[in-house]
């Protein structure tokens, strides 16, 4: 409990110093690198936050095959914050999906789940930092995750794109996967 606690202030102090320097410099910085092991890193989140959450099933089909050109610990905290908000606003019982390809030169990475529709209002405003929809929930973060996701999809020259319609939300990353 001691470990996971500390684990979650350290998260939520790189959050706030993402943030900042976000706000400051333009963006979140990354190197871009060429990666062959993206899907093993990828499944580690995957299989992080099972260990996390043993409650709930996480499905995965992870085929990213060959080389992408990323950074690579960028990439598993966008999955990692995109997984913590499905876990935590979807619906218990309900499977939380996740799915990585890379098709046509372009990388994608969707996590999907079942749950309240979010309402088009609220949408646009998920990305912004420090926005939560819902007061009734526990606060266990400062309400940074979707937009430091946000950030990081911008700063590989991709983007982050949500749809939510009949009980399914789904998150999808996109970004050239090819060197730039």
């Not at 990323?70 to 996740?98: E, H, I, K, M």
Request: aromatic residues 6%; contains cysteine.
């Amino acid at each position: 409990t001691i470990l996971r606690s500390g684990q979650r202030i350290a998260r939520m102090i790189d959050d706030v110093l993402d943030f900042a320097r976000g706000r400051l410099g333009g963006g979140i910085a990354t190197e871009l690198q060429p990666v062959d092991d993206l899907a093993d890193a990828l499944a580690q989140v995957v299989l992080e936050c099972k260990s996390e959450h043993p409650q709930r099933t996480i499905v995965s089909d992870i085929a990213v095959a060959g080389t992408v050109w990323c950074n690579r610990d960028r990439v598993t905290q966008l999955l990692s914050n995109l997984l913590a908000n499905a876990l935590r606003y979807g619906a218990a019982g309900t499977p939380v999906r996740v799915t990585a390809r890379v098709e046509d030169g372009t990388f994608r990475l969707a996590v999907a789940n079942e749950g309240e529709t979010i309402a088009p209002e609220k949408l646009g405003k998920l990305f912004q930092p420090y926005w939560r929809d819902d007061d009734s929930q526990p606060r266990r973060g400062l309400g940074l995750g979707l937009y430091i996701a946000s950030e990081i999809a911008h700063a590989h020259g991709g983007m982050l794109h949500v749809v939510s319609r009949d009980r399914h939300t789904e998150f999808t990353y996109s970004a050239p996967a090819g060197l730039r």
